[in-house]
């Protein structure tokens, strides 16, 4: 199943991989928000061309990328373990023979975790840097003992009717449904709607645009919030300082650019701490000029 998802993944021309994700250190240290521990899990790593931004002149996107003309950017998952929980946000790209991917596993024995340990997995949406860690290599579950959560308006959205995806996705359909099922005949599968509060202290935030359902996912602890972001931003280093800058993957890019901007904002005001999946730190952000500047947090 995995190896199929993968022969169609969604790299548009201008993606690439590059060398090797960083080796990994014996013991990965999780970021304390509250009684939040979170961990950020570097499954694999993409190069993203700077032709995938939208809205942007070449010699701009150039500098704001130091000179380069693409970006190494990070497959990310994040574990949460909060009260109640072991959570799994996204799950990477998984293994596959030509990409530097698969590596969550790993990083999640070095967290200190079995996937055995995971609860709940909650899926930001289902491109194949998101899902493509759900199955083992013989097409069972890698998270035995978890509950498969996504937005119903996501998984409607590949699966319901293709005939509103672009023809390039259309034939995803069958394969997200085949492989959701497999979590689904275990009665592992739980669709949630819009806005849901999924556990004490975790939120689902819509923040449709790059795909029809994208999900914001807002644990808060103590006076702290961290928000998993998903793909609200691709170019840490583009679209912070320009968040009217899109990419390519979206699919709706208006309304991605607005999501991005009102998230943006409220993150600001909060003090959220943000996780992104193709973010190499975690942040907070301040406004800077006409944007934000994103601060560090680990
Ligand atoms: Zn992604």
Partial sequence: MRALLLATTLLLPGTAMTPSVPTIAARLEPLRLGQLQVWKLQDGRLSLAASLLKGLDAAEA???????????????????RMPGHTV???????????EDSGHLTEQLAAAGVAPSDVDLILITHEHFDHIGGLLKADGTRAFP???????????????EDPSRLPERLRDRAPKLKALFEVYGKAGAFRPFEDGEE????LRALPAHGHTGGHTVY????????????GDLI????????RPEVGVAFDLDGD???KVRQDLFREAVHRKVVLAGAHLP?????????????AVPVR
């Fill in 145 to 159: 003992r978890a509950v498969l959560r996504v937005a119903r308006r996501e998984h409607a959205f590949w699966t």
């Fill in 88 to 98: 799994l946000v996204d799950t990477g790209t998984g293994k596959d023979p030509e």
């Fill in 198 to 201: 999924l556990a004490l202290g």
């Fill in 281 to 293: 730190q975690i942040v907070r952000i301040a406004p800077k000029g006409a944007g934000y500047e």
């Fill in 218 to 229: 807002a644990f808060t602890s103590g006076g702290h919030e961290l928000w998993c972001i």
């Fill in 255 to 257: 309304r991605a650019v």
């Fill in 62 to 80: 150039r500098r704001l990328l130091g000179d380069r003309d693409a970006a190494d950017t990070p497959v990310n998952a994040y574990l949460v």
């Fill in 234 to 241: 691709h170019f840490g280093a583009v679209q912070f300082q």
